[in-house]
């Protein structure tokens, strides 16, 4: 086991989005749907093959919620312009998600309870 990489300690984000496929969207919606009311996220993994991350074999490192950015924007290589886009499309899913579970039910967040969230995510992350 190592540490989680992260920009600071020099890891290397690599964009693999040429390995979507529909075994492994099935794969993911299968560890997804295990997480109640997980809708959006990247998940930070560890796996030995490609065959086993399209069987869903895979080692979680951390799961990101929507607030988590596409990290495969930081590749190497990678023009400012493409990682705006990307960054556009992200927040256009979530507003499309947010406003389909809205109209199922889901109260949007009051400032305050953002506020309330934000203040203990920060009391959380402090010193790390």
């Not at 992260?6 to 690599?14: A, K, P, Q, R, V």
């Not at 989005?17 to 560890?31: G, M, R, V, W």
């Not at 993994?45 to 490609?50: A, E, G, P, Y």
């Amino acid at each position: 086991m190592v540490s989680i990489g992260n920009h600071c300690l020099g890891t290397t984000f690599l964009n693999e989005n040429h390995l979507i496929n529909e075994k492994l969207s099935t794969a993911f919606d299968q560890i997804s749907k295990q997480i109640p009311d997980f809708y959006f996220g990247r998940f930070d993994l560890r796996c030995n093959s490609i065959q086993d991350l399209e069987l869903g074999k895979v080692m979680i490192m951390e799961v990101n919620g929507c607030g988590a950015e596409p990290a495969h924007i930081y590749q190497p290589g990678s023009s400012l312009y493409e990682g705006i886009n990307v960054l556009i499309t992200h927040w256009r899913n979530l507003y499309q998600i947010s406003k389909e579970n809205h109209e199922r039910g889901v109260a949007y967040l009051t400032l305050r309870e953002g506020r309330q969230i934000y203040k203990h995510f920060k009391s959380l992350t402090s010193g790390a």
